[in-house]
């Protein structure tokens, strides 16, 4: 399927039926819960991760745990988010990704998105590696040091999931796919 935006500029009356609007303001309501489905639901997943990072990452700012949170617990919190982001991020570059590709670039293998993956997974193995090592008693839980390994990704993985989601939108996938595409679109 070619991609729509040839017809941009043909104004609605004088398109020709069967030619895919291709203007975002052309969209219904219903048209665009369509569209909008897939960035929402990366949206759900990605404020899940930002909520954590900032129970993490706060209690490195201020040098103190969540009231309430005991050491272990605080490691685990890190424990299930660097594996609920492999996983999240394995999910993409398996099922999500090639699919988005065959039509946008972005999704492309080494195009931006992945290689922000990449650099993502860098940052989580170090934290991985910290956090295992605190939980098996090698080393102590030191929040500054905590703080170091956050910041060696923190950048990039924010970057990453805003992009993702920005690239996901109604009107940018309404520029590659039709509705009864978007219908199909695992997610
Ligand atoms: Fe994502
Ligand atoms: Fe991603």
Known sequence: MAKASSAASIPETCAPDAAPASN???MTAAERRVYSRMADTMSYYHNHFKSTWKTLYTA????KRP???SIKQYLNTACEFVHHLEMHHSIEERHIFPLLAQRMPV???EMELLEQHKRIHKGIDALEKYVNACKAGERELRLEEMKDV???FREVLWQHLDE???NLGADNMKKYWTIQEMERMPM
């Open 24 to 26: 975002a303001s052309s």
């Open 60 to 63: 490195c700012e201020k040098n």
């Open 67 to 69: 009231a309430g949170m």
């Open 107 to 109: 999704f492309q293998r």
């Open 150 to 152: 956050l910041d060696g």
């Open 164 to 166: 993702e989601v920005r």
